[in-house]
Every structure is written in C-alpha cells, then in structure tokens.
C-alpha cells in the first residue's frame, strides 16, 4: 500500500512563494509517475503538474507554466512543487498522486490560500 504526505501548504500573499513536497512510502518511488492535482471550492479537480522520471519530461496546465516548477528525488522519495508569483486563482487544495500503472494513490492534500 503507498502513502503519500503532502506538507508545505499555507497562507501567502500575491505574488510570494511556497514549496509543496509529498514524500512516499510502500512501492518503489522511482517506478511512479508523480503528479499535483489541485481542487478549489466548488470546482472539479484538475491536473497542475506532472513528473514522469527525476530530470526527466514534465507536463504543466496552461494556467501555471512559467510559474510552478515539478521536481522528484527519487532518493527521498519525494516530489516537489515550487510555486512562485502566485495569485489568488491558485488557491485551492494541492493532492499528490503516485501512479503505478492502473493502480493511483492520493495523499489527503495541504491547503494553499493565496490572499492579501
């Protein structure tokens, strides 16, 4: 069974930073495809950024390229999501999620609030 812990969410202002991590535990990390989702009140969750291999290919949503960054350590067994100039449309909960083919695991999200 994968667990997933996300941490690093919080309260920000317009324009700051905050580094999300999600560190894994059960399978073997570096066989996963990592990814952030986000989910914000009365909305559908939606894909932010995905991770196939560590250094390897990324996939963002049109709405956070230039401004997220997704990175892994597969040695921690962690992935990461950096998030700069953000704004309050980025506000929401941030899960982690681990797939390893047809089987995907999510951790219980951390709350980001982007607000002045």
């Known amino acids: 069974q994968v667990q997933l812990v996300e941490s690093g969410g919080g309260l920000v202002q317009p324009g700051g930073s905050l580094r999300l991590s999600c560190a894994a535990s059960?399978?073997?990390?570096?066989?996963?495809?990592m990814s952030w989702y986000r989910q914000a009140p009365g909305k559908e969750r939606e894909l932010v950024a995905a991770i196939y291999s560590e250094g390897g290919d990324t996939d963002y949503a049109d709405s956070v390229k230039g401004r997220f960054t997704i990175s892994r350590q597969n040695a921690k067994n962690t992935v990461y999501l950096q998030m700069n100039n953000l704004k309050p449309e980025d506000t929401a909960v941030y899960y982690c999620k681990a797939a390893y083919g047809f089987n995907h695991y999510w951790g219980q999200g951390t709350q980001v609030t982007v607000s002045s």
């Open positions: 059960g399978e073997t990390f570096s066989n996963a495809i």
